[in-house]
């Protein structure tokens, strides 16, 4: 993500307190639709996460056949005042106009968050998020203390459902994003950790029946 330049613009958002923004993202048509920002949340707001993920934050550890990490949703969280202002109605809101707009599509009244921990030994195995009639977009943001690529927590994108098949990896880059429309293309995952934590906020949208309809057309 080393590549990415953030635009004047984005910065100074940031200085006047804006939380999350998305108005550097230039989509990207292969392997799947995406984006990736190295920057796309607010500083102080990541530096008030980490440490309450480092403290008292609710982790519940859960295990399924391709992945095991920690995680919790954060509109059932106790969250320090800065975190808690990234659920509120009018980020989300704000957030859900960007990526409906980066991506053409319009998404249902609905936003899902969801804190993820990946801790040493923790991975998540190559899958692709497609459900039917679940979400369709996510936001993923990265938040740690600067971990090294030898630490783990790779987040690689493949052309195809093949492990050896990537087409880019993502260094875990802290204050950095990826965007990217879910389908049975979307094969993803992120290597094992080996030192450090990997702390992300999954952002979820959902399309409207007649965008759903379009996307599994495409």
């Keep these: 993500m080393s590549e990415v330049v953030v635009s004047p613009q984005a910065r100074d958002s940031f200085k006047t307190g804006k939380?999350?923004?998305?108005?550097?993202?230039?989509?990207?048509?292969?392997p799947f639709r995406h984006f990736v920002l190295r920057h796309c949340i607010n500083p102080a707001t990541a530096a008030a996460l980490l440490d309450w993920?480092?403290?008292?934050?609710?982790?519940?550890l859960v295990e399924t056949d391709f992945y095991e990490q920690y995680e919790f949703s954060?509109?059932?969280?106790?969250?320090?005042?800065?975190?808690?202002?990234?659920?509120?109605?009018?980020?989300?809101?704000?957030?859900?106009s960007r990526m409906a707009a980066v991506?053409?599509?319009?998404?249902?009244?609905?936003?899902n968050v969801v804190a993820h921990r990946l801790s040493p030994g923790q991975r998540i195995a190559i899958h692709n998020d497609y459900l039917a009639g679940e979400e369709t977009h996510r936001l993923v943001i990265q938040l740690n203390r600067?971990?090294?690529?030898?630490?783990g927590g790779l987040f690689m994108l493949f052309n195809s459902a093949d492990a050896t098949d990537v087409h880019l990896v993502l260094r875990p880059l802290h204050l950095s994003g990826l965007g990217f429309e879910i389908s049975d293309r979307s094969f993803h995952a992120v290597s094992?950790?080996?030192?450090?934590?990997?702390?992300t906020l999954v952002f979820s949208f959902y399309a409207t029946p007649a965008a759903r309809h379009a996307l599994r057309r495409n």
């Design 146 to 151: 600067g971990l090294r690529d030898e630490d």
């Design 103 to 111: 991506f053409g599509v319009e998404f249902e009244n609905r936003v």
């Design 53 to 60: 993920f480092e403290g008292s934050a609710p982790w519940r």
């Design 192 to 199: 094992r950790m080996h030192a450090g934590n990997r702390y």
């Design 19 to 30: 939380l999350i923004n998305l108005s550097d993202a230039q989509l990207k048509g292969t």
């Design 74 to 96: 954060l509109f059932d969280a106790d969250m320090p005042k800065l975190g808690a202002a990234l659920v509120q109605s009018a980020v989300l809101g704000e957030s859900q």
